[in-house]
């Protein structure tokens, strides 16, 4: 019985099933109110699986990228990862001024006896970090210090890329893809996790509290509008001087909409090297700067971070000033680069910039769960700009080439169709 109903699940998209608990979850809060208790165990559950995986997850994954590191990831790849640097900077900036300009509140759990120390300004949020840079690695990571465990990750790392043999780095590697794999495992719960986040939040606080999601929500998906249609057009122009249009929308159309349903970055690099391909990119340069794009070129997870995160100090009455909000949009483009490439995974470094703002890990986690109830569209849309911009600013940096050297025409923008 059990594999059957297994085997019935695996045939479903994740997607949907988490659309069907969230409406199942909605249905309990309004028909059911008694059953609430017994269901938000669920979520309960999911919240702490989450808060159990996430720091190891972080430690692994950015210390097997840093050890794993190719020399020849330089050079001719340069002007690529300025690129995915820049526009990941430029999208956090995006994602905190419409924050800025639409402050939203969440329902959250916030315990009488919990005491925020809210700081009070830039200097004190320096100081924290510098602390918390310094702070013991295995307390760093039993205690969810992300900014220590992302420091020692980065030491250990690049430590073991000088020292550690080719043996050691694929063991490394594979206990990456373990954790990453058990990540994945605990995603797939979260249909019943967010039938039980949801039951809990609308039985506590009514129906209004998915107003508050609405409006997130509006906010993300405006944000990863406003990169995707002004922001990357802007970059891409101010390299190659001509219309960058055609080639926003061809890698939209081309390598987002497959994206949008995928809802992984991984997932959609074989169609990214096709595109490229029809491009008529260099081979040499696309076959490496497309996987590292699916991991580092992060612009919509840097929205997705900054706005939870800013949405979340807004909840708790953390005024955050704007020398503070530039250092978050520092953080929110480290943290970008280090999402995992599983469905969501960006809102497992969520944790990572309210550390900035003294929110404990406790209040960060339901943000995180928050982030999960709004992910059927939230996640497909920030997937869908990573990965189309991947190809984007791919060949923005070789067309910035051939303008230099003439030879640039207008036809080179438009991808050529299989001859096949």
């Not at 969810?144 to 992302?150: E, F, K, P, S, T």
Request: proline share 5%; hydrophobic share 55%; charged share 10%.
């Amino acid at each position: 019985m059990f594999s059957r109903i297994q085997s019935t699940l695996s045939r479903v998209a994740l997607i949907k099933q988490i659309a069907v608990g969230l409406i199942i979850g909605v249905l309990i809060a309004i028909f059911a109110p008694g059953a609430i208790p017994a269901v938000s165990i669920l979520g309960d559950l999911f919240v702490k699986a989450l808060k159990g995986i996430a720091p190891v997850l972080v430690f692994f994954l950015v210390m097997n990228a840093m050890a794993q590191r190719k020399e020849n990831a330089e050079g001719s790849m340069k002007p690529i990862i300025v690129l995915y640097a820049v526009s990941t900077f430029c999208a956090s900036l995006v994602g905190v001024g419409m924050s800025f300009l639409f402050p939203t509140s969440l329902v959250l759990q916030v315990a009488p006896e919990t005491k925020l120390a809210p700081p009070s300004g830039i200097v004190q949020v320096l100081h924290n970090l510098i602390l918390s840079v310094v702070d013991n690695p295995v307390a760093a990571i039993m205690n969810a210090n992300y900014i220590g465990i992302l420091a020692w990750a980065i030491i250990f790392g690049i430590a073991m890329k000088s020292c550690a043999s080719g043996t050691t780095k694929t063991c490394l590697n594979d206990i990456s893809e373990a954790i990453t794999k058990v990540v994945t495992w605990v995603i797939h719960c979260a249909p019943f996790g967010i039938m039980g986040l949801v039951a809990d939040s609308v039985g506590t606080a009514g129906i209004g509290a998915l107003l508050g999601y609405v409006q997130l929500l509006a906010v993300l998906v405006a944000s990863y509008f406003l990169v995707a249609l002004v922001m990357n057009p802007a970059i891409v122009f101010s390299r190659i001087h001509m219309n960058p249009y055609p080639l926003v929308f061809s890698t939209l159309r081309e390598s987002g909409v497959y994206a949008f349903f995928t809802r992984s970055s991984a997932a959609n690099i074989p169609v990214n090297l096709s595109l490229c391909r029809r491009l008529g990119l260099n081979p040499d340069l696309f076959t490496i700067s497309i996987p590292l794009g699916a991991t580092i070129n992060m612009a919509g997870a840097s929205i997705t971070i900054s706005v939870l995160s800013l949405a979340a100090a807004h909840t708790l009455g953390i005024a955050i000033d704007l020398p503070t909000a530039f250092l978050l949009c520092i953080v929110s483009t480290i943290g970008a680069c280090g999402t995992s490439g599983v469905a969501g995974g960006s809102l497992l470094l969520i944790p990572v910039a309210c550390a900035s703002f003294g929110i404990g890990n406790d209040i960060s986690m339901q943000v995180v769960g928050v982030g999960f109830i709004i992910s059927v569209l939230e996640d497909a849309c920030e997937t869908a700009l990573n990965s189309s911009s991947d190809v984007l600013f791919t060949a923005t940096a070789e067309f910035a080439e051939r303008r230099k050297e003439g030879i640039l025409r207008k036809e080179d923008l438009i991808p050529k169709h299989d001859e096949d």
